[in-house]
C-alpha cells in the first residue's frame, strides 16, 4: 500500500508541474474557450493574469512539497490539504 500512495502523490505531482512549468505557454485541447496559454484561460473565466501567477505558485510550491512528502511526512498533510482547497476552487 506503501508504493501506491508513493505512485499516486508523484503522478498528482508531476501532471501539475507539467500543466503549470511545461505547458503553461502551449495551446492544449483542454483549454477554456480559444485560450493559446494560461493567463489568457484565466482572462477567458474573467479572471486577472496576476490570479493565474498566484495560483500557479501555490500549485507549483504544493506540487513540490507532495513530491518532498514521500522521504518528509509532515509535509504531506499540508500538501494534500493545500492542493484540495485549490483543486476545488475554494
Known amino acids: ?4 500512495i508513493i505512485a499516486l502523490k508523484a503522478v498528482v505531482a508531476i501532471s501539475l508541474l507539467n500543466v503549470w512549468l ?7 485541447k483542454w483549454r477554456g474557450g480559444n485560450a493559446q496559454n494560461m493567463i ?5 473565466y474573467g479572471l486577472p493574469a496576476w490570479m493565474c501567477y498566484a495560483v500557479g ?11 518532498a512528502s514521500i522521504w518528509y511526512s509532515n509535509l504531506e498533510n499540508i500538501a494534500a490539504i493545500g ?5 476545488s476552487g475554494s
Open 83 to 87: 492542493l484540495a482547497l485549490l483543486l
Open 40 to 44: 489568457e484561460e484565466f482572462r477567458v
Open 22 to 28: 511545461l505547458q503553461f505557454n502551449k495551446a492544449t
Open 1 to 4: 500500500m506503501e508504493y501506491f
Open 57 to 67: 505558485f501555490f500549485k507549483v510550491t504544493l506540487s513540490l512539497l507532495l513530491i
